[in-house]
């Protein structure tokens, strides 16, 4: 399992590293925010059509691992791609080159993700799924932090070659892992394939409650990411200061993750993923209090610790709730959109927060996080119709 987590961290971590850099680049050669800000749409936005396609393929498709290696072949290649282009060509160039790259993430955020019940032992998936939690706890926390210090010490070019080394290099710990059969037969029509996957996921309450819970925490989150940059400003911090409140909220995420798996055992996991997106709408109330940064760490730090049972509960859901021959729709569907929900969260906060201020945006965050959970909870009541 080593070779799984080493190429599915680095995958992450490149795509962690890919939204940051974007900006980046095309503000440095175009000195243009508009153009990076559709790029970055453009890269987002597409997952949300292409996540049950890709699940469908991948479920139906023997050579699952060289789907995963294809998708950070193209990665590899738009991004080496993009320095060649950016400020040297036609605008559209550039964020067309960025929507082919995201095109396929949810290959990253789901595809990998869809293949933990074919390799490990059910005995073992809580555990798994608290490693693969962290895998991506990694990812987040590096990502970011990696691309923003390589840019600042060395130059954007470098950061855009590092991510196609990380890659490269997920595609070599790829190659590692046993070849896994198909989960479905491909006699079925593909596009019946893609409903079926779509038809589970809302006709099972008790995935659809964890769905619709995480996938409302990333509508959330991707507010978040406008309000604390320019909430930076009320504690006498610059904007990148908001850098390390995601740290602190992912290392709290990672902590909890690894240390409580025995979660999954007690609780069902959707009433996991609801209890803990609620317990961080109720630790982000507090963030307008704070008046010193190091106060607003801490409460980051905290409400991460209570966010970290969130993730590998989801993962829980998914496998429990879904048959093995859907795990790739399922996850990858999901996955799709979590990621259009976390970009109209982007361009909700882009609007909504010069208008109301920082502060009122915070608690706007909590109360769309204690919403979701509500959501989650009233979903739950019913019975599901899949149980593994």
């Not at 509500?374 to 009541?381: D, E, K, W």
């Given at each position: 399992m080593a070779s799984?987590?080493?190429?599915?961290?680095?995958?992450?971590?490149?795509?962690?590293?890919?939204?940051?850099?974007?900006?980046?680049?095309?503000?440095?050669?175009?000195?243009?925010?508009?153009?990076?800000?559709?790029?970055?749409?453009?890269?987002?936005?597409?997952?949300?059509?292409?996540?049950?396609?890709?699940g469908a393929w991948l479920d139906r498709t023997p050579y699952r691992r060289s789907a995963?290696?294809?998708?950070?072949?193209?990665?590899?290649?738009?991004?080496l791609s993009l320095l060649a282009v950016v400020g040297h060509s036609a605008h559209w160039i550039t964020p067309a080159l960025a929507a082919v790259a995201g095109a396929?993430?949810?290959?990253?955020?789901?595809?990998?993700?869809?293949?933990?019940?074919?390799?490990?032992?059910?005995?073992?998936?809580a555990r798994a799924n608290s490693f693969e939690a962290a895998s991506f706890g990694a990812a987040t926390i590096t990502g970011p932090a990696t691309a923003a210090t390589i840019a600042a010490t060395l130059s954007v070019n470098?950061?855009?070659?590092?991510?196609?080394?990380?890659?490269?290099?997920?595609?070599?710990?790829?190659?590692?892992?046993?070849?896994?059969?198909?989960?479905?037969?491909?006699?079925?029509?593909?596009?019946?394939a893609v409903l079926a996957g779509l038809t589970h996921l809302v006709r099972t309450p008790r995935l659809r409650a964890s769905?619709?819970?995480?996938?409302?925490?990333?509508?959330?989150?991707?507010?978040?990411?406008?309000?604390?940059?320019?909430?930076?400003?009320?504690?006498?911090?610059?904007?990148?200061a908001a850098g390390y409140l995601w740290t602190a909220v992912e290392i709290g995420c990672v902590t909890t993750a690894l240390l409580l798996p025995r979660l999954q055992a007690r609780w069902r996991p959707e009433q996991v993923v609801i209890v803990s997106v609620a317990a961080y709408g109720l630790a982000v109330t507090t963030w307008p209090l704070a008046t010193a940064f190091a106060a607003l760490l801490v409460m980051a730090f905290v409400g991460g610790l209570l966010e970290g049972p969130t993730l590998p509960a989801m993962f829980a859901a998914r496998q429990q709730y879904?048959?093995?021959?859907?795990?790739?729709?399922?996850?990858?569907?999901?996955?799709?959109?979590?990621?259009?929900?976390?970009?109209?969260?982007?361009?909700?906060?882009?609007?909504?927060?010069?208008?109301?201020?920082t502060h009122k945006a915070l608690l706007?965050?909590?109360?769309?996080?204690?919403?979701?959970?509500?959501?989650?909870?009233?979903?739950?009541?019913?019975?599901?119709?899949?149980?593994?």
């Open positions: 799984y987590y080493l190429a599915a961290t680095l995958a992450r971590l490149a795509d962690e590293m890919v939204a940051f850099t974007l900006v980046l680049l095309v503000l440095e050669r175009t000195d243009s925010p508009a153009l990076a800000g559709i790029t970055g749409a453009a890269y987002a936005l597409p997952a949300v059509a292409t996540g049950p396609l890709l995963l290696a294809l998708n950070q072949a193209v990665l590899g290649v738009v991004m396929t993430l949810p290959m990253v955020s789901g595809g990998f993700t869809s293949m933990l019940p074919s390799l490990i032992p059910p005995d073992r998936l470098v950061a855009v070659v590092v991510i196609a080394v990380a890659a490269t290099l997920s595609i070599c710990a790829i190659s590692r892992l046993p070849a896994l059969p198909p989960l479905q037969t491909a006699a079925e029509p593909f596009l019946p769905t619709v819970t995480t996938t409302l925490l990333m509508g959330a989150t991707g507010l978040l990411l406008i309000a604390l940059p320019l909430h930076m400003a009320s504690l006498g911090m610059p904007k990148s879904s048959p093995e021959s859907l795990q790739g729709r399922v996850s990858t569907t999901a996955a799709s959109l979590r990621v259009g929900a976390a970009a109209i969260g982007q361009a909700t906060g882009g609007l909504l927060v010069p208008v109301i201020g706007v965050v909590a109360l769309a996080l204690l919403a979701a959970a509500a959501l989650g909870a009233a979903i739950s009541r019913k019975a599901p119709l899949y149980v593994s």
